[in-house]
């Protein structure tokens, strides 16, 4: 396991969904102060790919700046009001979950139905 690697590709995924909720959160305000311009980012949204949030802010710079700008800077603010608290909360939800799934695991292998002894015995007919 090469951790740098997976620190990257771990970055990289909650860059991206934060570009999605900042996407999301410009939209609602759009849709209260511009709800033509709200139309035309949804709409520019559903044609670019958002898994990629470096891709579809490039796609909107070249399409519409003033809203790229928009969106980078909601971005930066929800990284910064969440990274301090981020780390410890993943740390909790993945050791809450792993022992969540080993407990049902347990509990599935614990009602396997257990065969009588005396159904092994050969029969005396």
Do not use: C
Not at 19 to 24: D, E, G, L
Not at 38 to 66: K, P
Not at 101 to 123: A, D, G, T, Y
């Amino acid at each position: 396991m090469d951790r740098k690697q997976v620190a990257k590709a771990t970055t990289k995924v909650i860059s991206s969904y934060l570009t999605y909720q900042a996407v999301q959160t410009v939209l609602a305000q759009l849709m209260e102060t511009n709800p033509t311009l709200a139309r035309w980012l949804h709409s520019f949204s559903s044609r670019s790919i958002l898994q990629d949030g470096e891709v579809y802010l490039l796609a909107l710079l070249a399409e519409h700046q003033e809203l790229a700008f928009r969106i980078m800077t909601v971005r930066e603010h929800l990284v910064e009001e969440i990274m301090d608290d981020l780390p410890e909360m993943v740390s909790h939800d993945i050791k809450h979950k792993n022992s969540q799934h080993r407990k049902q695991q347990l509990e599935k292998l614990s009602q396997l139905s257990i065969v009588e002894p005396s159904s092994l015995e050969p029969s005396s007919e």
